[in-house]
């Protein structure tokens, strides 16, 4: 039960909180993203909402394992009955474990789809990328930090690519895409030691939400721009 091992029990519930904006900051960009798609028929925004899609799935389930665990545990505590309690932490044991590896699955996944859409992979990359997810996802039982280094990587990567970016055009949501980016990146080494302490997990938690909180912000600007650029189009 790798998060409720990590999480501190009087963050049981904000950590849900948390994660829960995430999510839905991450479906309203995928869903942007499939709007311009279905505009456009650009391969770039559907990746893009798949990318999205996929990340938002894997805080799904990693919403739904925590909140699942944490009532268990706790109504475990209230029950007092050992024969009980073993049943529950065995069901939640398989639950953990499926859930742990749908989330980092999604995860990996989406990241490294939104990582090849700004850069051609060849097939032997692509082979490649795939055996490295797949060891983040099947040998980092114990080695947790593996599936944090492997996003740590491929954040750092994304992040590099949209500074870039914003290098060229010098736009403020370019700027600003690369910064919310890099904030999330920055979460990851803090989830990578939280086997030292647990507070680790609580200041990972909220990097992150201070990272998808400016994404959501970027959000918003993009779309108020594209507005303000329809509108000057018809006049």
Known sequence: MVQVVFS???????????????LLVLLSIAIFATKYYRIKKSKNYLY??????????????????????????????????IEYTQVILKSSEILSASGLFFYRLFTLLGLFMLYSIYKKQSKANIILMIYFIIISIFFSKEEYYIFYLT????????????????????????GMLAASFSVITLSQIFFMFVNFTKHFYVVAEIIQLLGYILLLVTFIMVLKHGRQKDKSRHH
């Not at 740590?152 to 370019?174: A, D, H, M, P, W």
């Open 8 to 22: 501190p029990k009087w963050f049981w519930g904000k950590d849900i909180f948390i994660d829960s904006i995430a």
């Open 48 to 81: 893009l909402a798949l990318s999205f899609y996929l990340i938002a799935l894997s805080f799904f389930s990693k919403i739904l394992i925590n909140f699942t665990i944490y009532y268990q545990v706790l109504h475990t505590q209230m029950i007092g009955s």
């Open 151 to 174: 996003c740590f990587i491929f954040l750092g990567v994304i992040s590099n690519r949209y500074y870039q970016n914003y290098k060229k055009n010098r736009e403020n949501t370019s």
